[in-house]
């Protein structure tokens, strides 16, 4: 029987040949926290009575939550993060170095074939560099990080084949929400998707990590894919990387759960409606929603491809006077580069607020927090009721090309009204 | 296990862990004990207040999705709750409870009632609801899950066997 990505990198992780459903224990190549699970991944390891982490090397610490700290209980806890990458000669990634899951990739820290695990949920995004990588609890972080390993199931695998061609603007976040809007928050819960087709090779490594980022938002445990030129660009680019890079393919004859096709050679750009990142609807058919804040930025949607797409829109244009657009770039060296391009002088022309490169207010601690009945659009992967820091507020998610032209207009966009040949 | 209430919950299914507890309070407070008063405080406003020691929550598919945050199951014990019983559950959610020593078991939830009194039987695999008169079989916790629990979470666990004894 042919096997899976999963069932391959897991099996060479165990040294053993493992199928679904069996549970190993599987050496980790790398794993990290950031300053929301950080704390209790430090508690855990003092607990544990081990004197020292397992390899110094293979962990690192992201403030990228709220950072800078908005009060003094962030402070205190990026205090503790400090003292500990100090003491135990650990990794650490301080504010305004950007979200962990674009500085791991950017930092050489993941590799085709690899297995990662972070205490963050979206740790699936490395998925699109063909790493097995997934998200845990700080805990069961700490296991790691004293011991190197941790216990993995094996996951069963769902195969989705993405065909056509995506019109003008319409990009691979549309992709993602008409995929979870068909499949469900509980479509793929604890499988390992594997994305595969045209539409997938002929993304850039940018707009593929949107895909495999919001695999979680499906259930997924891992959201995988093949390991090509250009992922081996990527890594060769960002992070000197040119060895090790052939990454793992699955058997022709692999077992799946699930088989999905999609054609979204009609796929017009969508958004997703509080407070489900299931609840997916036409851009077109939500004009009347008006919004009070715009956000683009995030480990979906905050990379320079993104800042790109939303500055040629933004050219020489002005921002609805009603909205506060907020745009934080997800890496100090995308916020460099954006600045070097002329992307950021034209948000800051367009009225848009540029924050320091981080998760900005999409976790609701800082930078942007809605009043009571107020409407954000966000290129964030997430828009539960309180998300953006209040119950009694809305959020929808969308493409930054949308978020943008939402912003343009103070209302929910179609932003194919608004981009320049 | 002990007999207690069943707190269903209202919103069903796909309850994440931003409801569980809301980021906001997750930053602010440290201590388990204290951010366990704020458990589904942005879906059921009040309901630290409802529970004693020992009641069950209840709820669908999919409990626990979203944020890998390890404040949820840690709330939900410190608040009491000696175990959720759901038709589903989030993959890491189900991993961060039974490393911190929370019970959670799969199985039919559609028919019990919120304030049945119920009851969690491991060992034969069942919940009891005592309201209705009703058994109802449970999902197998996985074996290397029981012994978790048994060393009160994946810390014990370790201390005990040094390692991951599967």
């Known amino acids: 029987m042919g096997k899976t990505i999963a069932e391959k990198i897991l099996s060479s992780h165990a040294g053993t040949e493992l199928k679904a459903g069996d549970i190993a224990i599987c050496k980790v190549d790398f794993c990290f926290g950031q300053d929301g699970t950080s704390s209790l991944i430090i508690d855990s390891f003092k607990k544990s009575g081990r004197k020292k982490v397992f390899s110094p090397s293979k962990f690192c610490m992201v ?5 800078p700290s908005p009060n003094v209980g962030v402070s205190e806890i990026h205090k503790k993060m400090r003292d500990f990458a100090r003491s135990e000669k650990v990794g650490l990634y301080d504010i305004g170095e950007g979200v962990c899951h674009v500085v791991i990739p950017e930092r050489g820290h993941v590799r085709p074939g690899s297995l990662i695990l ?10 699109a560099l063909n790493a097995l990588s997934t998200g845990v609890g ?13 216990w993995f199931r094996v996951p069963e695998s769902v195969k989705i084949t993405v065909n056509g061609i995506l019109r003008k603007g319409v990009y691979s976040k549309d992709v993602a929400l008409r995929i979870i809007g068909d499949l469900g928050a509980n479509g793929c819960t604890y499988n390992s998707v594997e994305f595969y087709g045209p539409v997938i090779r002929r993304l850039s490594v940018e707009a593929r990590l949107t895909i495999s980022n919001m695999a979680v938002e499906m259930g997924a445990k891992f959201g995988v894919m093949e390991a090509d030129a250009k992922v081996a660009a990527y890594l060769n680019e960002n992070a000197k990387i040119n060895k090790g890079i052939e990454g793992v393919t699955a058997d022709k004859d692999a077992k799946y759960v699930k088989i999905k096709g999609y054609d979204i050679s009609s796929l017009e750009p969508l958004v997703a409606k509080p407070h489900a990142v299931d609840n997916v609807a036409p851009a077109m058919d939500l004009s009347s929603i008006r919004i009070d804040e715009a956000f683009i930025g995030t480990c979906t949607n905050g990379r320079l491809e993104d800042l790109k797409i939303v500055s040629e829109i933004l050219k020489n244009r002005k921002i609805h006077k009603r909205v506060r657009c907020i745009i934080a770039p997800a890496s100090k060296r995308i916020f460099s580069e954006a600045v070097k391009r002329g992307y950021i002088k034209t948000f800051i022309d ?12 999409c976790v609701g601690t800082h930078e942007g927090i809605l009043a009571n009945g107020e409407v954000a659009i966000s290129s964030a992967n997430r828009n539960f009721k309180g998300r953006m820091g209040n119950p009694d507020s809305f959020i929808y998610l969308a493409s930054p090309a949308t978020v943008c032209a939402s912003a343009l207009e103070g209302k929910i966009s179609d932003p194919r009204n608004h981009i320049r040949v | 296990m002990k007999k207690g209430k069943a707190h269903v919950l209202k919103i069903f299914d796909n309850v994440n862990t931003d409801y569980i507890i809301s980021g906001r309070y997750k930053f602010k407070i440290a201590n388990m004990k204290d951010l366990a008063k704020y458990i ?24 626990g999705c979203g944020s890998s945050r390890e404040q949820a199951p840690w709330a939900i014990k410190e608040a009491g709750i000696s175990a959720v019983i759901a038709k589903s559950f989030a993959r890491i959610f189900f991993r961060n409870a039974f ?37 109802i079989k449970t999902m197998p916790i996985p074996q290397l899950m029981r012994k978790f629990l048994d060393d009160g979470g994946v810390i014990g666990h370790f201390k005990k066997y040094g390692d991951f004894k599967i």
Do not use: Q, W
């Open chain 2, 99 to 135: 490393n911190i020593g929370l019970c959670v078991v799969s199985c039919d939830t559609s028919s019990i009632k919120n304030g049945d009194v119920i009851k969690l039987d491991l060992k034969d695999e069942l919940v009891i609801n005592i309201s209705r008169g009703e058994r």
């Open chain 1, 118 to 127: 972070g205490a963050d949920s979206h740790t699936c995004t490395y998925g």
């Open chain 1, 63 to 67: 403030i990228d939550h709220s950072a």
């Open chain 1, 350 to 361: 367009a009225g848009c607020v540029v924050v320091s490169p981080g998760c900005g207010p």
């Open chain 1, 138 to 150: 700080s805990t069961d972080l700490a296991m790691t990080l004293i011991s190197g390993k941790n």
């Open chain 2, 40 to 63: 589904f405080e942005d879906i059921e406003p009040g309901f630290y207040k409802k529970i004693s020691k020992g009641d069950y929550i209840v709820a669908g598919e999919n409990f």
